[in-house]
């Protein structure tokens, strides 16, 4: 079983330029990576990635986002928006932590592994995203949490990327431990 993480930076558009905007504006956009290698290649996502030995997943996420897009964030200023279980053939493939934050240094840069972008919530490519994606992710951009097991089947050695989506739970508005 592979433990992994996605983080979900975001902020309000609404500065600068807006005379009726103020810095408590829910936020409205989200820092998206297209992958350019490894699972889900040519798909967008958060950052994120596998946890290394000894790693939590909030230092996991952390990490994963400075090298994919070069942004800083303090473990402490992550939330806790989610944890999904993907299964393959029925055995347990992937336990995904995610998290979102409105607090980071820094500017997103290309890296060999993503290329980061800033997209309005309303305008998320879900068409070039996991299939389970517009199913969870729409919930934690409100700033809500969830909690999923999303079932793929393949042929063969066929990898996850390649399988089929055929069914899910989902359940929202749920509680994580502190320090999750
Ligand atoms: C099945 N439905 C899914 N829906 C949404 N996101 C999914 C996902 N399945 C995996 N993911 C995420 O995809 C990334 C893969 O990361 P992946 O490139 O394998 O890891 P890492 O950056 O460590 O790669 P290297 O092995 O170093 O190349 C990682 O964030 C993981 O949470």
Redesign the pocket.
């Known amino acids: 079983m592979i433990e ?3 983080c979900f930076p975001m902020r309000s558009r609404s500065n600068g330029d807006d005379p009726t905007a103020s810095a408590d504006d829910a936020p409205d956009e989200v820092l998206l990576i297209e992958k350019r ?4 290649e040519g798909w967008y ?1 958060g950052p ?3 946890l290394e030995s000894a790693e939590t997943p909030r230092e996991c996420a952390v990490r ?1 986002t400075r090298e994919e897009v070069g942004l800083g964030i303090d473990p402490a200023d992550l939330e806790k928006a989610g944890e ?1 279980r ?1 299964l393959l053939n029925g055995e347990e493939h ?1 336990f ?1 932590h995610v998290f979102r934050t409105t607090e980071f240094d820094g500017e997103p840069a290309a890296s060999a ?1 993503a290329r980061p972008e800033w997209v309005p919530v309303e305008d998320v490519p879900y068409d070039q995203m ?1 299939e ?2 517009r199913l969870w992710l729409p919930t934690v951009l409100e700033g809500e949490t969830v909690r999923g097991e ?1 079932r ?1 089947e393949a042929e063969g050695d066929e990898p ?1 990327d390649e399988a089929e989506f055929v069914d899910h739970d989902l359940e929202t508005g749920v509680s994580f431990e502190a320090g999750d």
């Open positions: 992994a993480t996605l290698r490894g699972l889900g996502n994120g990635g596998k994963e999904l993907f992937t995904c592994e996991w389970d994606d999303f793929f996850l």
